[in-house]
């Protein structure tokens, strides 16, 4: 399964962008992660395959929304009420087989996207 992620770009704080991520395949559990510049990559967010679990980590909670179109193959990430703190580079990850732990949503994803870089000027 190869993944596809798009729809970053420079924005201003407080403005909103909507991030995609195409998969070539099916999947079971999606979700997003970021790296900024000279940290470690970390968790951002994640769905389960009938998108009834979400999860988000605690800095854009309330200010991300994550969401999937299974006949489309796609997951979705949007974001209101960007910061400066977000910018970094934002990968879509995603899952072949079932997820049975809520700690595997955040770890340990079989396929990974090329990353869009998301800037957020102050």
């Known amino acids: 399964v190869q993944l596809q992620a798009s729809g970053g770009g420079l924005v201003q704080a407080g403005d909103s962008l909507r991030l995609s991520c195409a998969a070539s395949?099916?999947?079971?559990?999606m979700g997003w992660f970021r790296q900024a510049t000279g940290k470690e990559r970390e968790f951002v967010s994640a769905i389960s395959w009938s998108a009834d679990s979400t999860y988000y980590a605690d800095s854009v909670k309330g200010r991300f929304t994550i969401s999937r179109d299974n006949a489309k193959n796609t997951l979705y990430l949007q974001m209101n009420s960007l910061k400066p703190e977000d910018t970094a580079v934002y990968y879509c990850?995603?899952?072949?087989?079932?997820?049975?732990?809520?700690?595997?949503?955040?770890?340990?994803?079989?396929?990974w996207g090329q990353g869009t870089l998301v800037t957020v000027s102050s």
């Open positions: 990850a995603a899952k072949s087989s079932p997820t049975y732990s809520i700690r595997d949503y955040y770890r340990a994803y079989d396929y």
């Open positions: 395949g099916r999947t079971t559990a």
